[in-house]
């Protein structure tokens, strides 16, 4: 492969062509994700805890990266596309590519967005909503860093997954996994934010996750470019839809239910300690999910 | 230009299905000295062959005298009919001769059938040449 | 002299658990050269295409295209190569009209006028998204892709199977016109229909369960071979008679009917000048060449392959 100083026009002219392939082909649903997130931060403001932005960031690997890493695979095209001149390599890395970029896009932009509590402020050009309060401006932060390194580790999973699948059911698999990590990070975010906040094993989280995304996404390009093209590619079985809708609901099941317990320990867990006078305010108040009378001391 | 017909079944390789068939026409008269053969593209495309296949019969032939290839300009009939040195032009004929003697003879044709039938042949042949 | 523009040695491929494809397979594809590579279904044809163009990893031996293993040269080799196979699925939201633009940004020599001129003369709808088209449109869009593309090599797997006679016609015409324009191009194609070999491949060789049987020029092994049919003024054929160079034989009373290698011009002409003999000798069409080789036990061919026009060139 020649190396980024060598290119030539040619090259450019295929990185580009490339590029905008993969771009055209899921470009919808890249929009599809930016514009509900746009939505939920700018507009309704749902995302008012940092934590949310971890969801969001998870709810992109489950709309766009199983599609797109898989899509040779899905739709049988991988002997077509291995054989390109493009080759292996430049799929895989121009995917990545444009998944990372788009994700560290809308996760970076929107912890900037939360830190400095932009939506609010505009909001307050409008109306003054009580609906919630505004944000502490927060320095940067082991919050925010998640907010971008959680969805970018699931980032990098998911599309590892997928991109190696070698049956169509794995790469829809992926997607109900994805699912999960969604379920999984969410709750965690708001249940250990209190740990990870301050102490130090937040530090370490971010490495963790920073070396676990790139160490995985250096393995599956290693193992892509050994990968042995998918053969037989009609669309035999079941259908690409129809594997997505099912990974979706079991995934949606799983996350149903994973909501469902913990929402009624931590409810009772919230309900035991506050009685228990062991939590302070500002611990109840940092957990912020149901706006709870603080009782005084 | 339909003067070529091939059988790429027959067995006998095309290359030399079409220098026999150029050399038929040519001694027949139906290609006269000098003029043009049709590109090797443009026959390869009539016939559906392979383009290497017409440029080895085309270079065989010119090897054999049969055609000159004028660079840049085409394949052409050669002005003066190649002829062979007398020597092998006898050995040539007593082969001939003698396989059709003996194939003719596998029909039960005596001496006499088999004259008549060579005569023919050569008054048919001579009927087509113009000159 | 090493001017093959393909070449495999000592191929092998197992697939799980015990399918031997690909057994120790040794090609060779001369450049210019337009080999054929025949054998039954399941010789393994589509197998060793696919480990040439790296889409599958061999177990065993070398396959390169252009000098090296194409699936780790850069792009400029790379798209040199074309490849179309009977299996493959073409991306089927695309139009062919998008998938040509998009092949015009990634081979540096493709052609749009005879890639129009293709689409025209296979009276093809470019502007449907390849999905709604039949599998014989589909391939015929693959095949005008990989030869628009003007690559300096070119892999067809079977791309005439399922074709009806004018579009093989067409797809043949097509090739010619691909080999036509001068530039010294090579084609390697599989295919388990003998008929078409004729018209186009200069080259054959023949696999049979993952090995190379027989390989080499096409007219070496057609003006080598001839059916020779003798028949004897007794009633049966004499025992311990033989043709010199006799490969099989099959008698029916007085007739000897055998496929006979020539090593020498007059080897016939001397049994025709026996006067009890009536001798007739025909030359051997590809197909019935094969179908009588196909019945020898595929461990003697040794003997053919030692023949002196095998030389690989």
């Known amino acids: 492969m020649t190396t980024f100083s060598t290119l030539t026009d040619a090259d450019r002219r295929v990185w580009t062509a490339l590029a905008l392939r993969q771009w055209v082909a899921f470009g919808s649903l890249h929009i599809g994700f930016l514009v509900a997130w746009l939505v939920a931060l700018w507009v309704l403001q749902l995302v008012a805890h940092p934590g949310w932005l971890i969801a969001f960031g998870l709810l992109y690997t489950v709309l766009v990266t199983p599609g797109m890493a898989g899509a040779d695979i899905m739709d049988g095209t991988e002997e077509f596309s291995f054989a390109l001149p493009p080759g292996r390599r430049a799929i895989f890395l121009t995917r990545m590519g444009i998944g990372l970029a788009f994700l560290l896009l809308t996760t970076g932009l929107g912890s900037l967005a939360m830190a400095f509590d932009v939506p609010q402020a505009l909001w307050s050009l409008v109306a003054t909503s009580g609906i919630t309060e505004p944000n502490r401006p927060v320095t940067p932060s082991f919050l925010y860093a998640l907010a971008v390194l959680v969805p970018a580790a699931a980032f990098a999973g998911t599309f590892v997954v997928a991109s190696l699948a070698g049956t169509r059911t794995i790469v829809g698999v992926s997607w109900g996994i994805a699912f999960v990590a969604v379920g999984i990070g969410v709750f965690a975010s708001l249940q250990v934010e209190s740990l990870i906040w301050d102490k130090p094993i937040g530090w370490m989280t971010c490495v963790m996750l920073l070396l676990g995304s790139v160490l995985t996404l250096l393995a599956g390009f290693l193992a892509y470019d050994q990968k042995e093209a998918l053969i037989g590619g009609g669309r035999a079985g079941a259908r690409s839809g129809t594997i997505a809708v099912v990974a979706i609901a079991i995934g949606i099941t799983v996350f149903a239910l994973a909501m469902f317990v913990v929402s009624v320990s931590y409810q009772s867990m919230t309900v035991r300690e506050v009685r228990d006078q062991s939590m302070t305010v500002r611990e109840v108040d940092a957990l912020r999910v149901t706006p709870l009378e603080t009782v005084d001391p | 230009m339909l003067l070529f017909s091939i059988n790429p079944h027959s067995g006998v390789p095309v290359y030399r299905q079409i220098m026999d068939q150029v050399r038929y026409h040519v001694a027949a008269g139906t290609l006269a000295p000098g003029q043009q053969l049709p590109s090797i593209r443009e026959l390869a495309h009539t016939l559906a062959v392979n383009p290497a296949t017409i440029a080895k019969a085309y270079s065989e032939l010119e090897h054999d005298g049969v055609i000159e290839l004028q660079r840049g300009r085409g394949a052409f009939i050669h002005a003066t009919p190649p002829s062979m040195p007398r020597d092998q032009r006898r050995q040539r004929l007593r082969t001939l001769a003698e396989r059709m003697a003996v194939e003719a003879r596998q029909t039960g044709a005596d001496d006499a059938d088999i004259r008549v039938a060579l005569d023919q042949a050569l008054t048919s042949l001579n009927r087509k040449r113009p000159s | ?313």
């Open chain 3, 1 to 313: 002299m090493n001017d093959a523009v393909i070449e495999a040695i000592d191929l092998s491929k197992t697939f799980r658990p015990a399918v031997v494809a690909v057994n120790g397979l040794d090609l060779r594809v001369p450049r210019g050269a337009v080999y054929g590579l025949i054998g039954r279904n399941g010789a393994g044809k589509s197998t060793t295409l696919r480990l040439l163009m790296g889409l599958l990893r061999p177990d065993r031996g070398t396959a390169h295209v252009l000098g090296s293993d194409i699936k780790d040269a850069p792009r400029e080799t790379r798209q040199r190569v074309t490849y179309v196979s009977q299996e493959q699925q073409l991306p089927w939201r695309m139009t062919a009209d998008e998938l040509m633009a998009y092949f015009s940004q990634l081979y540096d020599q493709w052609d749009t006028a005879f890639a129009t001129d293709l689409v025209r003369r296979f009276d093809l709808d470019t502007t449907r998204p390849l999905g709604t088209l039949s599998g014989g449109d589909q391939r015929r869009v693959a095949v005008i892709l990989a030869l628009a593309a003007r690559p300096d090599v070119v892999i067809l797997d079977e791309p005439a199977a399922g074709l009806d006679p004018v579009s093989r016609r067409q797809l043949i015409e097509a090739m010619i016109d691909f080999l036509g324009d001068g530039g010294e191009r090579t084609v390697l194609f599989s295919t388990h229909i003998l008929a078409d070999l004729e018209r186009v491949a200069d080259h054959i060789g023949f696999m049979d369960r993952g090995r190379m049987m027989l390989s080499g020029p096409l007219d070496a092994l057609q003006g080598g071979m001839r059916r020779v049919q003798v028949i004897f003024s007794g009633d049966r054929v004499p025992s311990g008679f033989e043709i010199p160079g006799e490969l099989r034989r099959r008698t029916d009373g007085p007739v000897l009917t055998a496929i006979v290698r020539l090593t020498d011009p007059d080897q016939v002409n001397r049994l025709q000048a026996i006067e009890e003999l009536r001798v007739t000798e025909h030359s051997l069409g590809l197909e019935d060449l094969f179908i009588e080789l196909m019945e020898r036990d595929p461990h003697s061919m040794g003997d053919l392959q030692s023949s002196p026009w095998w030389q690989h060139a």
